[in-house]
């Protein structure tokens, strides 16, 4: 029907243009959206304190390596400033390595559970990994792992804007 087909065309627009400037949307990646989302290791599923349904938790200390890989579908060429969601716990590990690949070369990037601030009602904080140009297609990712880790590392969420 005539109006199933512009119910369509909104949603592709909001999708491609939420806010009707032309600008390139936010892209995030939640722990739960398996087709973005590449587990190595066992990882527990953890409902309280995450950004969106669920969280991943590894608190084995880096007895074995483990690694949670979030994979962007990039619409446009651009730089793009990347945000981790760390959940603030009370065991979290005083260091979370993540690395970081543009689709030519890995960065390592370290969270200070210290760093980490909550303020209001939310249960963590959106921590910047730094800004990097990304090309558009599957080619980039970002890795939480839980390397050197002495507490809990968790993979929640990660969110590109473009610049």
Known sequence: SVQDVSIKKVQQLLTTNPLADNSIAEILVDNDDAAHVKLTGEWKKETHGSYGPSMYLDESKGSAPKSVRFSPDIKKDGLYHIYSYVPKLAHLSAVTK????????????K?????????????????ELGAYRLAAGKGAWVEVTNEQADGAVVADAMLFIAK
């Not at 993540?98 to 990037?109: A, N, Q, Y």
């Not at 969270?111 to 921590?127: D, N």
């Open 111 to 127: 969270i200070e559970a210290a760093a980490v601030k909550v303020e209001g009602q939310t249960s963590g904080e959106w921590v």
């Open 98 to 109: 993540i690395k970081v690949f543009d689709g030519k070369t890995t960065k390592e990037v």
